[in-house]
């Protein structure tokens, strides 16, 4: 659901729709937004750890989008280079 609501910005109550639809899981708005709270909590401390990390040490970053067709669906694939990476 955590993937639904952040990447496919599906609406908490469409996603209580399809939790009905796949085995009839009944389940809040509420229930929904603290769980996706939880995942943005439990991975908060790892991008702040990563933005110092480019901050401090990645001054000269490029940034490449590059887009390319899925399933009759636009696609992006962001990639931030830079010859320091490992």
Do not use: C, H
């Not at 469409?14 to 909590?41: C, D, H, P, S, Y």
């Not at 908060?44 to 490449?64: E, G």
Request: charged share 20%.
């Amino acid at each position: 659901m955590g993937w639904l609501n952040n990447y496919g910005y599906l609406p908490y109550e469409k996603q209580q729709e399809l939790l009905w639809e796949l085995g009839q899981i009944e389940i809040g708005v509420g229930r929904l937004v603290a769980r996706n709270e939880g995942i943005n909590g439990a991975v908060a401390q790892s991008i702040d750890s990563l933005k110092q990390w480019i901050k401090q040490t990645q001054p000269n970053i490029l940034p490449d989008e590059t887009p390319w067709v899925v399933k009759g669906v636009k696609e992006w694939l962001w990639i931030f280079a830079n010859t320091d990476f490992p």
